[in-house]
């Protein structure tokens, strides 16, 4: 089955679409990558959106309308990945939509709203859609992510040692082979707010302005202070800590610093943050993937954190690193679509596995596929 999938995660800087043949091969998945594109948000939108996002104010008027514009945007670039990647023959998407809150309230997780309304999608391409993966883990008592814990653990799943799968979005997350997955902390997310806060752009473009400052000292271990470090996994946070307001108030208790400085200090908290969980389990080797990947920088201060531990990107496993989150819910949503679980219980801290999201029709229905089939141990990309 031709699936696309569609992620645009907490920096919200753009909409990436990677499609890939699935299929199942007895308790195997098995993943062909057919490629990726990828297309910003307009100016307009992005703007509304970053003013929507807590702690903003907001109003029901303006969430209908993101929810729409942004739907718009997830169908063009859906159709454009239709025709460009499987030549008009795609059969399923699958859509994270972007993530506006999630509601954490004493280390639980109450709710969450991914916006992006699927109808548009659905309309635009004629294939059915799966999308609002989330909520159906949290009604599970689990934390709805990392969602893409089951498909690093189906990935990395017979690799010698303890390996570890990290993400370096806007938040970074991990997951290691004993199904412990959780998120680690801010990954670009408060570098980005420092960038945009100082320079008006919307990150440090190959961590050129970190790698002209020095990292303060008193700065880093006031962040490091941060409850959020100690609590245990499962645990998940976002922008509705992590954010400009927050950077802005620990900034207030140090003496004045080049923007440079702080830009290096917060990939330094980054980088310390991340190896820090990355010890907790032991791990013995590193794959990462993600926008962070990018930043030479705050690649080279994990590596100086983590002596020993080899740090590959997901590149060298045959995921392009970019592309890796569209790539898992494109799995997530085949897995849907078959009646077969997308979450581990472990990772997520929920009472039970979950089928994941809902379904809007394609123009001709849904598609038939086969029922009963047994849950994959493992994913296979080739």
Known sequence: MRVIGLMSGTSYDAIDAAAADLRLDGDSLVLRPLGMVSE??????????????PPAATTLAEVCRLDTL???????????????LCDGRGELV???????????????????????????????????????????????????????????LLWLRGRPGTPVALNLGGIANLTAPDGTAFDTGPAGALIDAAVHHFTGRAYDTDG?????????????????DEPYYALP??????????HRAYLLAALAEIDTLTHQDVIATLTRLTARTVADAVRSVR????????????????????????PGVPLHTSDALGLPSAAKEAYAFAVLGFLTLHG???????????????????????????PRVPRGLKQPVRLVIG
């Open 208 to 224: 050129a302005l970190a790698a002209r400052g020095r990292v303060h000292e008193p700065l880093l271990r006031r962040l490091l």
């Open 340 to 366: 077969l679980a997308g979450t581990d219980a472990r990772s997520t801290g929920a009472r039970h596995p979950s089928v994941l999201g809902s379904v809007t029709p394609g123009r001709d229905g849904l």
């Open 94 to 152: 699958a859509s994270h939509g972007q993530t506006v809150y999630h509601w954490t309230d004493g280390g639980q997780v109450r709710g969450t709203l991914q916006i992006g309304q699927p109808a548009w999608i659905a309309e635009a391409t004629g294939l059915p859609v799966v999308a609002d993966f989330r909520p159906r883990d949290i009604a599970a008592g689990g934390q709805g992510a990392p969602l893409v814990s089951l498909f690093d």
């Open 70 to 84: 942004i739907g718009q945007a997830f169908a063009a670039t859906a159709l454009r990945a239709d025709r460009e």
């Open 233 to 242: 996994a499962p645990k998940t946070t976002g922008k509705e800590l992590f």
């Open 283 to 306: 791990a013995t080797e590193v794959i990462a993937s993600g926008g962070g990947t990018r930043n030479p920088v705050l690649m080279a201060m994990l590596a100086e954190e983590l």
């Open 40 to 53: 910003t948000y307009g100016a307009e939108v992005r703007e509304a959106l970053a003013a929507a996002l």
